[in-house]
């Protein structure tokens, strides 16, 4: 069955750096576009990037342009979200999804279990 | 950029009552909408997909419908299960999520 696992969170500093990755099995990694999706507390979801499969399309939220890079590992099955010049407001649990269907951006079908990004001085 | 406006922000029913959500797009879009159930301290979870497909598991008490502008999910007898955070969202839309609408026990 498919399984995201994402682990590389924790606590930070304001200004400091993170990176998240999201382990992924029961399916063929590099048939699907994959995204990072946050949720702050009590708040509702933000999407903050998507790749595609092979990595040659990738998309940000103006929220993070500029701060995170996404990448993927598709011999690793893997996929990260670094993130640089960390805020306050970018406390949140963060969420790999893989979309419904392959090749394309659509719907979320299957989500990680989540890994709390605390930012904080 | 199409917003999507859900309410009511909050919905208080009993369990056997039927609930109705609405999701609001500021102008008129394809049906490539999607419905999300969310419990405290869990990922969401895919009900409905393309306006109306239900998604692999979801129940059939839970209908997605509209066109246009409106879009309705609509849950026909209340579970216990099905008190949770509800949200829309918009294929190929960014922002593509609504606010959520938050079933709660009457």
């Known amino acids: 069955q498919v399984q995201l696992v994402e682990s590389g969170g924790g606590l930070v500093r304001p200004g400091g750096s993170l990176r998240l990755s999201c382990r992924a099995s029961?399916?063929?990694?590099?048939?699907?576009?994959m995204s990072w999706i946050r949720q702050a507390p009590g708040k509702g979801l933000e999407w903050l990037s998507y790749?595609?499969?092979?990595?040659?399309?990738?998309y940000y939220a103006d929220s993070v342009k500029g701060r995170f890079t996404i990448s993927r590992d598709n011999v690793r099955n893997s996929l990260f979200l670094q993130m640089n010049s960390l805020r306050a407001e970018d406390t949140a649990v963060y969420y790999c999804?893989?979309?419904?269907?392959?090749?394309?951006?659509?719907?979320?079908?299957?989500w990680g279990q989540g890994t709390l990004v605390a930012v904080s001085s | 950029e199409i917003v999507l406006t859900q309410s009511p922000a909050t919905l208080s029913l009993s369990p056997g009552e039927r609930a109705t959500l609405s999701c609001r797009a500021s102008?008129?879009?394809?049906?490539?909408l999607a419905w999300y159930q969310q419990k405290p301290g869990q990922a969401p979870r895919l009900l409905i997909h393309?306006?109306?497909n239900r998604a692999t598991g979801t129940p059939a008490r839970f209908r997605g419908s509209g066109s246009g502008t409106d879009f309705t999910l609509t849950i026909s007898s209340l579970e216990p299960e099905d008190f949770a955070v509800y949200y829309c969202?918009?294929?190929?839309?960014?922002?593509?999520f609504g606010g959520g609408t938050k079933v709660e026990i009457k």
């Open positions: 790749i595609s499969g092979n990595g040659a399309t990738i």
């Open positions: 393309e306006a109306s």
């Open positions: 999804a893989r979309d419904l269907w392959p090749s394309t951006v659509t719907y979320f079908e299957h």
């Open positions: 969202q918009l294929r190929g839309n960014w922002p593509p």
């Open positions: 102008q008129r879009v394809s049906g490539y």
């Open positions: 029961g399916f063929i990694f590099d048939d699907y576009y």
